[in-house]
T-cell receptor, first 117, second 110 residues
Framework: AQSVTQPDIHITVSEGASLELRCNYSYGATPYLFWYVQSPGQGLQLLLKYFSGDTLVQGIKGFEAEFKRSQSSFNLRKPSVHWSDAAEYFCAVASQDSGAGSYQLTFGKGTKLSVIP | DTAVSQTPKYLVTQMGNDKSIKCEQNLGHDTMYWYKQDSKKFLKIMFSYNNKELIINETVPNRFSPKSPDKAHLNLHINSLELGDSAVYFC?????????FGPGTRLLVL
């Protein structure tokens, strides 16, 4: 069964500092990986996804993530954090349901990002 | 022109009641989902559904039932609500691997 681990429950960074959020996955086949962001009281917004090809993927809001198969990791990065980036970040891996056409996301437990002005 | 919408946004009710949460997507996607987010922010799939097949997470009590009147809607009906059902419920849709989420429904059972 697939699983996702986000080792850091809470990270605090200063505005303007760089950011890296860690994600490790366990999946038997080639993983399809995602990062979502959840602002307080809001739903989940897709930041970026990795399916295949270039292992460095660019997303919205200046985020990027790098897939490293040897380390089973898909870490999220941003060179300069803004106060509005304070939110909960979720890493997820997709697996296909038996049968036709649907896919399940298995989420990590999330990393809460706080930004100091 | 919200892609995935849910109603209501907040739902407060008594134990034992039956309630429904509605979800609509205007993305033309074939597959829709329901997720539960508990008080520790952990997200877990409850159902995935397309016009051919319903996949039920085996841990979901049978008090929960998805109902889909058409491809754009997937409602969640909950019978005999319990205190432990208090959570945020998210609807999502997909065409392929990426899923798009609604804003969530915050359910509080008293």
């Amino acid at each position: 069964a697939q699983s996702v681990t986000q080792p850091d429950i809470h990270i605090t960074v200063s505005e303007g500092a760089s950011l890296e959020l860690r994600c490790n996955y366990s999946y038997g086949a080639t993983p399809y990986l995602f990062w979502y962001v959840q602002s307080p009281g809001q739903g989940l917004q897709l930041l970026l996804k990795y399916f295949s090809g270039d292992t460095l993927v660019q997303g919205i809001k200046g985020f990027e993530a790098e897939f490293k198969r040897s380390q089973s990791s898909f870490n999220l990065r941003k060179p300069s954090v803004h106060w509005s980036d304070a939110a909960e970040y979720f890493c997820a891996v997709a697996s296909q349901d038996s049968g036709a056409g649907s896919y399940q996301l298995t989420f990590g437990k999330g990393t809460k990002l706080s930004v100091i002005p | 022109d919200t892609a995935v919408s849910q109603t209501p946004k907040y739902l407060v009710t008594q134990m034992g009641n039956d309630k429904s949460i509605k979800c609509e997507q205007n993305l033309g996607h074939d597959t829709m989902y329901w997720y539960k987010q508990d008080s520790k922010k952990f997200l877990k799939i409850m159902f995935s559904y397309n016009n051919k097949e319903l996949i039920i997470n085996e841990t979901v009590p049978n008090r929960f039932s998805p109902k889909s009147p058409d491809k754009a809607h997937l409602n969640l009906h909950i019978n005999s609500l319990e205190l432990g059902d208090s959570a945020v419920y998210f609807c999502a849709s997909s065409q392929g691997w990426a899923q798009y989420f609604g804003p969530g429904t915050r359910l509080l059972v008293l």
